[in-house]
Nanobody, 123 residues
Framework: VQLQASGGGLVQAGGSLRLSCAAS????????MGWFRQAPGKEREFVAT????????NYADSMKGRFTISRDNAKNTVYLQMNSLKPEDTAVYYC?????????????????WGQGTLVTVSS
């Protein structure tokens, strides 16, 4: 199983980025997908999750209204659209796959993880 995250980079505060995570080696459409992030010196934290059919999503409070998670099961890809970025959004962003059929916010509920993509937001 491989989860390949991409789309990170350097952006100014207030800008936008779209992260992608391409999955292979698993029945992608059967998995709930999530995004997590880890800032330097901090623990990994939940960002967003989307169920296997895309019908249910959940976001961390600080991301609501700014971030949007979506998926394209035909392309085995999950996305994270990030708008109104802030310097505190700077982190390595990870995608992950969970065998659960409901949204999951706990990292321990995810069984496959990607390698991460770095997002840096300058002030």
């Amino acid at each position: 199983v491989q989860l390949q995250a991409s789309g990170g980079g350097l952006v100014q505060a207030g800008g936008s980025l779209r992260l992608s995570c391409a999955a292979s080696g698993l029945a992608f459409s059967s998995y709930t997908m999530g995004w997590f992030r880890q800032a330097p010196g901090k623990e990994r934290e939940f960002v967003a999750t989307i169920t296997w059919y895309g019908g249910r999503t959940n976001y961390a409070d600080s991301m609501k209204g700014r971030f949007t998670i979506s998926r394209d099961n035909a392309k085995n890809t999950v996305y994270l659209q990030m708008n109104s970025l802030k310097p505190e959004d700077t982190a390595v962003y990870y995608c992950a796959a969970s065998g659960s059929q409901i949204p999951q916010v706990a990292a321990g509920r995810y069984i496959y993880w990607g390698q991460g993509t770095l997002v840096t937001v300058s002030s």
